[in-house]
Structures are given as structure tokens and as C-alpha cells.
């Protein structure tokens, strides 16, 4: 079964850091995209951006650009999001997904996800 | 960006009966090489990840009953439970997927009347 695993939840401090984890397995991850979907309390979801975990490249929402980090490593095939000094406004639940793609490379959604990371980050 | 708007924000449908959400974007989606629109539907329940249901449009994904559908092209698309189940209540979110970012609707709760 193609499967996404995160990394559990995290209380943090604001001004901490913080690498939050995504791991795929039973698919060959790197023909597809990662995506990070922020979830914020009583919010809806939030596109994020993408990372590809064959060559890292990334593509960030512009909402996003700055504020946060992704990262992947391909011979583990998992995908990273960190931030290195968080702030309260972080607060969420943050998903993985990844970018489902057809034979041809077409792409039709969000297909498989990952639980989602609890990140909580108060003073 | 593209904006994705969604209506209503909420609605109560009677168990069987028909439930029906709206989408829509700020601009074409419509891919015309492959004449998709790249949109898809997404069911969210408390304490789950969310669920593809339905992409570029109208296609169901596997293993989701029948009784939801999609429909539209271009800048218009709706969401259709044919018989809303129990099951069912849950906040369900359109999605573009045609230009980056990748932008999602507000969301629509939908609950048993």
C-alpha cells in the first residue's frame, strides 16, 4: 500500500527550530511531487508548495517564500519541512501529500496523504 | 494566484437526499492540450487527512461510491452527492492544480438536516 509517514507531533517555543519529517513508501518517490498543506485551528487548508524528491527542486506559494524550508532526501524517500525560528502564527497541523501523476506525467491531485504533524508552538 | 471561491459556506441536506457544493476560479483551469480542467475535490473529516475524491473535474478517484460526482470546465465546477449519506458530513475543499501555487477553496461544510 503507497503510504506518506510523519514524523509526530511537536511543542515548540517561539524562536525554536523545527524539522518535520515526511517518508514514502511503496512507490518509486521520485517520479512524483511532495507537497505541504498547512492546516491552521478552525482554518482551512493552505497550499504550501512543492518539492521534488528526484532532483529537490522546490516551488513555494508565495504566502510561504521565506518563511519556511523544504528539503528532501531521495535515498530515504522523504521530504522535510523546517523552519528555523518559529512564531505562534505557526501553530497548525501540516500535511504531506504527494502530487499524483499519470503515465505521461499528468497530474490529477492530491492522491495519497500523509496523517498530518501536530505542531504547537507557545511561550 | 488563482482564487478559488466556494458557495455556499455551509449547507444542511436531509439524509438521501441530494447535496450539492460549487466552485469556482479566478481564471481558466481548462488545459487545453489535454482538454482538462486540472480541479480536484477533496472530502475532510475531524482528525483524518483529507480525501481525493474527484480530478480534472469529473473523474472519481478509485474505491470512491458512486454516488459522488463532478462536473464542469473551464472557471465553473460542481460537487454533487447524489444521496448524502451519514457518512458524508465532512468539509469539502475544490483544488486547482493548473498553475502554481496550487491554491484551495474556502471550504463547505456540509451537515445532516
Known amino acids: 500500500e503507497v503510504q506518506l509517514v510523519q514524523s509526530g507531533a511537536e511543542v515548540k517555543k517561539p524562536g525554536e527550530s523545527l524539522k518535520i519529517s515526511c517518508k514514502g513508501s511503496?512507490?518509486?518517490?521520485?517520479?512524483?511531487?511532495i507537497a505541504w498543506v498547512r492546516q491552521m485551528p478552525g482554518k482551512g487548508l493552505e497550499w504550501m508548495g512543492t518539492?521534488?524528491?528526484?532532483?529537490?527542486?522546490?516551488r513555494y506559494s508565495p504566502s510561504f517564500q521565506g518563511q519556511v524550508t523544504f528539503s528532501a532526501d531521495k535515498s530515504i524517500n522523504t521530504a522535510y519541512l523546517q523552519w528555523s525560528s518559529l512564531k505562534a502564527s505557526d501553530t497548525a497541523v501540516y500535511y504531506c501529500?504527494?502530487?499524483?501523476?499519470?503515465?505521461?506525467?499528468?497530474?490529477?491531485?492530491?492522491?495519497?496523504w500523509g496523517q498530518g504533524t501536530t505542531v504547537t508552538v507557545s511561550s | 494566484d488563482i482564487v478559488m471561491t466556494q458557495s455556499p459556506d455551509s449547507l444542511a441536506v436531509s439524509l438521501g437526499e441530494r447535496a450539492t457544493v460549487n466552485c469556482k476560479s479566478s481564471?481558466?483551469?481548462?488545459?487545453?492540450?489535454?482538454?482538462?480542467?486540472?480541479l480536484g475535490w477533496y472530502q475532510h473529516k475531524p482528525g483524518q487527512p483529507p480525501k481525493l475524491l474527484i480530478y480534472?473535474?469529473?473523474t472519481r478517484e478509485s474505491g470512491v461510491p458512486e454516488r459522488f460526482s463532478g462536473s464542469g470546465s473551464g472557471t465553473d465546477f460542481t460537487l454533487t452527492i447524489s444521496s448524502l449519506q451519514a457518512e458524508d458530513v465532512a468539509v469539502y475543499y475544490c483544488?486547482?492544480?493548473?498553475?502554481?501555487?496550487?491554491?484551495f477553496g474556502p471550504g463547505t461544510e456540509v451537515e445532516i438536516k
Open positions: 501529500a504527494r502530487l499524483g501523476a499519470s503515465g505521461t506525467g499528468d497530474h490529477y491531485g492530491l492522491d495519497v
Open positions: 511503496a512507490y518509486r518517490s521520485t517520479s512524483h511531487w
Open positions: 518539492i521534488n524528491l528526484g532532483d529537490s527542486g522546490t
Open positions: 481564471q481558466s483551469i481548462l488545459y487545453s492540450s489535454t482538454n482538462k480542467s486540472y
Open positions: 480534472w473535474a469529473s
Open positions: 483544488h486547482q492544480y493548473y498553475s502554481s501555487p496550487f491554491t
